[in-house]
């Protein structure tokens, strides 16, 4: 059993990481619901629950949940080795049952009716959802109409509703998340799912008419696209919906009469068009504004919507809300971190004789926006100066100092007559005084003709994995010469420049190492994996080199940031 030391350290986990998302869940469940850890310990549970145990939350928070509520008919402890619940725990699958016992606060015990369910976050730590009510009578009959959905039992809803919870938060996707959506409704409640979002500039997009025939679900592209603007005042379902006003059901008779909008125009070519007799029409909210509806359409399926059924999509809505709202600001925050480095990036320019290739690719979370950076530029002196370099972190704070750092590069570079080290000592020397940045590597490197078609590369490297050259003919060595300490250490130590005359028809590449990096992997591992494919690729076009290189190279499970600079001198005649 926990001390309360480990309830304590629960609690606050509670407060901070994946758990608020878990616990705002919960909170929106109707029943008596409660999470544990793969040690079968709970680790957040919502008010209904501790209203039905008669415990207070410090009273369930890190404790064994079979130990401390699980009895039999007597109020006596059941054997782990004969609770169905804790058997279904350890086989980690879904189940439910009927006549189990917990024990209440009080003292006294309650028969409960129970699903459970594995369930995953997203952060890799396995969890267990646990629903469970008291089981009911037929006395208080509901005289409302008896709902379309009457089929499903309060625990079918209920893990509707947490099945919906998992899947919509598992992606950041818009179209998946509305793949994920149509997929979790149809057909389970209707034959029929339409999904009208709002995009960032107020206009509507009719995103998915999907019909389930059989076991295949059938997107009818023909009624998907743009939709009129949304009335002001109409009082049609959809229009409604899409001011968040309300939920309505709806039917084909609904818009017989004359439309009073574009919208009304289209709800009736889509009741035309699918044979829907009656319809379900819900907005779908975040907790900052209107995404747009879910509309439920039945067909073929027995039994028309009533009101009662309302609110179970209304509550499948709010979640894909949520969800959606999430990937929209995730695909917007991405998108402009990826335009903000884009546009840090410079232009090559033209060099007689030299092809040169660039490639940027950003990290696949938007928020790992880094400081890993390219450039290519002419000398004073006529020669070309080359930079591939990484300021450490990965927040728009890097890439801003990734652009200080490459403007004062470049002004050092062309003022200064002095070699790569110099250059690079310089820059050292000053970002610590007069930039945010922190720690950097960097490859600084001159490149100029010697005649005969021979060209000389000088460079001096800060902390950064070596270049890598490969002749016309494959063989690929790093170039691990002029090797000194990173930028922004505070040591003075001198700087060493090394020089190397490059073949013809020979590939210098400059790299950061994202390319070569992999958790559970070596760096030696990336630098050999790195030179036996820029060795079998050295005879392509210089484009296709870079790109076919980063495809092969660059492993699935990368969470970095990549530039990569590729320079081909002139074949021999």
């Known amino acids: 059993m926990a001390g309360p030391e480990h309830t304590e350290t629960l609690g606050k986990q509670l407060l901070a990481g994946p758990l608020p998302v878990l616990d705002e869940m919960l909170q929106a469940i109707g029943t008596g619901a409660y999470v544990v850890d793969d040690n079968g310990r709970i680790v957040a549970v919502n008010a209904a629950a501790v209203e039905l145990l008669a415990r207070p939350v410090e009273d369930l928070l890190g404790r064994?949940?079979?130990?401390?509520?699980?009895?039999?008919?007597?109020?006596?402890?059941?054997?782990?080795?004969?609770?169905?619940?804790?058997?279904?725990?350890?086989?980690?699958?879904?189940?439910?049952?009927?006549?189990?016992?917990?024990?209440?606060?009080?003292?006294?015990?309650?028969?409960?009716s129970w699903l459970i369910t594995p369930y995953d976050l997203g952060d890799r730590s396995p969890r267990t959802l646990v629903l469970f009510h008291t089981p009911g009578g037929e006395e208080g009959a509901d005289p409302r109409p008896e709902p379309a959905l009457r089929q499903l039992s309060e625990l079918e809803r209920l893990a509707l509703l947490a099945e919906t919870t998992s899947q919509l938060t598992s992606t950041?996707?818009?179209?998946?998340?509305?793949?994920?959506?149509?997929?979790?409704?149809?057909?389970?409640?209707?034959?029929?799912?339409?999904?009208?979002?709002?995009?960032?500039?107020?206009?509507?997009?009719?995103?998915?008419?999907?019909?389930?025939?059989?076991?295949?679900?059938?997107?009818?592209?023909?009624?998907?696209?743009?939709?009129?603007?949304?009335?002001?005042?109409?009082?049609?379902?959809?229009?409604?919906?899409?001011?968040?006003?309300?939920?309505?059901?709806?039917?084909?008779?609904?818009?017989?009469?004359?439309?009073?909008s574009g919208i009304a125009?289209?709800?009736?070519?889509?009741?035309?068009?699918?044979?829907?007799?009656?319809?379900?029409?819900?907005?779908?909210?975040?907790?900052?504004?209107?995404?747009?509806?879910?509309?439920?359409?039945?067909?073929?399926?027995?039994?028309?919507?009533?009101?009662?059924?309302?609110?179970?999509?209304?509550?499948?809505?709010?979640?894909?809300?949520?969800?959606?709202?999430?990937?929209?600001?995730?695909?917007?925050?991405r998108k402009v971190a990826e335009t903000m480095q884009n546009h840090l990036l410079p232009q090559m320019p033209r060099v007689p004789g030299l092809q040169m290739a660039v490639r940027y690719l950003p990290a696949p979370d938007a928020s790992r926006v880094g400081g890993d950076w390219y450039d290519a530029f002419a000398l004073s002196d006529g020669a070309t100066a080359l930079a591939v370099g990484d300021v450490v972190g990965h927040d728009l704070e890097a890439a801003a100092g990734m652009a200080q750092l490459r403007n004062m590069l470049?002004?050092?570079?062309?003022?200064?007559?002095?070699?790569?080290?110099?250059?690079?000592?310089?820059?050292?020397?000053?970002?610590?005084?007069?930039?945010?940045?922190?720690?950097?590597?960097?490859?600084?490197?001159?490149?100029?003709?010697?005649?005969?078609?021979?060209?000389?590369?000088?460079?001096?490297?800060?902390?950064?994995?070596?270049?890598?050259?490969?002749?016309?003919?494959?063989?690929?060595?790093?170039?691990?010469?002029?090797?000194?300490?990173?930028?922004?250490?505070?040591?003075?130590?001198?700087?060493?420049?090394?020089?190397?005359?490059?073949?013809?028809?020979s590939t210098l590449l400059l790299y950061t190492d994202g390319l070569i990096e992999q958790p559970g992997r070596s760096l030696d591992e990336g630098l050999s994996r790195l030179r036996r494919h820029a060795a079998a690729l050295a005879h392509r076009p210089l484009a296709s080199f870079t790109d076919e290189l980063l495809h092969r190279v660059r492993r699935a499970a990368n969470d970095d940031d990549i530039a990569l600079l590729g320079l081909r001198t002139p074949a021999r005649n």
């Open 64 to 112: 064994d949940a079979h130990d401390l509520l699980h009895r039999d008919a007597h109020g006596r402890p059941v054997l782990a080795t004969r609770c169905s619940m804790r058997q279904v725990f350890h086989a980690a699958r879904t189940a439910q049952g009927e006549q189990e016992y917990f024990a209440r606060g009080d003292g006294s015990l309650l028969l409960v």
């Open 265 to 333: 125009v289209e709800q009736r070519r889509l009741f035309d068009a699918t044979g829907i007799r009656s319809a379900a029409i819900v907005p779908m909210r975040s907790t900052r504004r209107v995404l747009g509806a879910l509309t439920l359409g039945r067909g073929t399926t027995p039994g028309d919507f009533t009101p009662a059924d309302l609110p179970l999509i209304e509550d499948i809505a709010r979640r894909a809300g949520l969800a959606l709202d999430n990937a929209g600001l995730y695909q917007r925050q």
């Open 410 to 505: 470049r002004a050092y570079a062309w003022a200064l007559k002095e070699p790569p080290s110099g250059i690079v000592d310089r820059l050292d020397e000053a970002i610590q005084h007069i930039t945010d940045v922190a720690m950097a590597t960097l490859v600084f490197a001159r490149i100029e003709e010697i005649g005969d078609g021979h060209w000389r590369l000088s460079w001096s490297n800060a902390g950064h994995p070596p270049p890598l050259l490969i002749s016309h003919d494959g063989l690929a060595d790093y170039l691990t010469d002029g090797h000194n300490l990173l930028l922004g250490t505070g040591v003075r130590a001198p700087r060493t420049d090394a020089t190397v005359l490059l073949p013809p028809g």
């Open 172 to 260: 950041l996707d818009v179209k998946e998340a509305v793949r994920s959506l149509v997929a979790l409704v149809v057909p389970r409640l209707a034959d029929w799912a339409v999904v009208d979002l709002i995009t960032e500039h107020d206009e509507v997009w009719r995103a998915a008419v999907v019909q389930a025939d059989g076991g295949t679900l059938v997107h009818h592209e023909d009624l998907q696209g743009p939709m009129p603007p949304i009335p002001q005042e109409s009082p049609m379902p959809l229009s409604r919906a899409l001011r968040g006003a309300a939920s309505t059901v709806a039917g084909p008779h609904t818009y017989e009469r004359e439309p009073d």
